[in-house]
C-alpha cells in the first residue's frame, strides 16, 4: 500500500476533486492527509471533509496557507465549484499562514509512517514547510508535482506562486509532471453515466463537476490532478527522464545545466490509464 497526502487547491478545476476520489478508491492507494492551499483554505477544506466523508474516508484535512510566498493576493480562478460551501464556513476569523502551517507539521509528524507528498496546486505549503519545518522531509518518501510545462507559458501551478515552486525543486528533487503528460480528458456525458452510479460520493462529485462546469453540455473532464496521483503506482505510463529545469520569474520553466534536479514526466500513455480512470469514478467502495 501506498501511503499519500495530497496538498490541494481543491474548489478551482474538477480535478483536484477527483485526485482525491482516486486515491480513495484504488485499492493499492492509502490517503493519509489533506491540507489545502491558497486563498481560501478553509473553504477548500470544507470541499475536501465533505468529499471524503462520502467516500467513508477518515483521513485529517488541514488548511494550510493563503498566501503565495511573493506576496500579493491570490489570482482566483474564475471558474470555481466553492460556492458550494455553506457561507457560515467563511465567517470565523482567518487562520493566520504560520499557524496553518505548523499544524500540518505536526499532523505530518503524527503519521505512524512515512508517506509520499503529491501537490496538485500552489506550492506554497511544500515550500513553507521546507522552510519553516525541515523535520517533516525526514517524513516524505517522495514528492510529486503537478506542475509545469517546459519551454512555454507556465503553466497555473507554478505561475501563482514561483517562489515557492523554485523552492521546492531546488530542494526536493520531486517528480514533476507537467502538461505534457497530464492533459487528457474524458467526454463529460461519460463521466456522468459513470459517476452516476457511486452512491452519495457519486452525487456530490457531479455537483461539483456540474458547478464548475456550468451548461456546456462537452465540456470535458479535465484530469491533470489524478493523473499525477496515478504516477505512483502506474509508473510504467510514465516516460520521466532526469532533467533540470531552473523556475524562472512568473513560473516559466526552462531546461539548463544550472536548474534544479527532477524527474520530469515527458509523456504519458493514455491507452494504459483510460480503463483505470473509469473503473475507479464508477467505484463506490474500495
Not at 133 to 140: F, G, K, S, T
Not at 210 to 236: C, K, M, W
Not at 261 to 278: C, D, G, I, M, Q
Request: net charge negative; glycine share 6%; proline share 7%.
Amino acid at each position: 500500500m501506498v501511503n499519500v497526502w495530497i496538498d490541494t487547491d481543491i474548489g478551482d478545476d474538477i480535478d483536484d476533486a477527483v485526485a482525491l476520489w482516486v486515491v480513495a478508491r484504488h485499492r493499492r492507494l492509502r490517503l493519509v492527509g489533506v491540507s489545502t492551499v491558497y486563498g481560501p483554505v478553509v473553504g477548500r477544506s470544507w470541499l475536501t471533509a465533505e468529499l471524503l466523508s462520502r467516500l467513508g474516508c477518515e483521513a485529517p484535512v488541514l488548511p494550510g496557507a493563503a498566501m503565495p510566498l511573493q506576496g500579493g493576493e491570490p489570482s482566483l480562478q474564475a471558474k470555481s465549484y466553492l460556492r458550494l460551501v455553506p457561507p457560515e464556513i467563511f465567517s470565523g476569523p482567518p487562520l493566520e499562514d504560520a499557524t496553518g502551517i505548523a499544524l500540518v507539521a505536526n499532523a505530518m509528524l503524527a503519521l505512524p509512517e512515512p508517506f509520499h507528498l503529491v501537490t496538485v496546486g500552489a506550492m506554497t505549503n511544500a515550500a513553507r514547510l521546507i522552510r519553516d519545518h525541515p523535520e517533516v522531509r525526514q517524513r516524505w518518501l517522495s514528492v510529486t508535482c503537478m506542475a509545469g510545462r517546459l519551454e512555454g507559458k507556465p503553466e497555473y501551478n507554478v505561475w501563482c506562486d514561483y517562489q515557492a515552486a523554485a523552492i521546492v525543486f531546488r530542494e526536493a528533487a520531486p517528480r514533476v509532471v507537467g502538461l505534457e503528460a497530464s492533459s487528457h480528458t474524458l467526454p463529460r456525458e461519460e463521466v456522468e453515466a459513470l459517476v452516476s452510479t457511486a452512491g452519495a460520493a457519486g452525487a456530490f462529485l457531479l455537483d461539483c463537476y456540474r458547478e464548475y462546469r456550468g451548461n456546456r453540455e462537452q465540456a470535458p473532464l479535465t484530469l491533470f490532478d489524478p493523473i499525477t496521483v496515478l504516477s505512483l503506482v502506474h509508473p510504467e505510463a510514465f516516460d520521466f527522464q532526469s532533467l533540470r529545469v531552473l523556475v524562472e520569474g512568473e513560473g516559466r520553466l526552462r531546461l539548463t545545466d544550472d536548474g534544479a534536479a527532477v524527474e520530469y514526466a515527458l509523456a504519458s500513455n493514455w491507452r494504459l490509464l483510460r480503463p483505470t480512470f473509469t473503473r475507479l469514478l464508477a467505484k463506490s467502495r474500495r
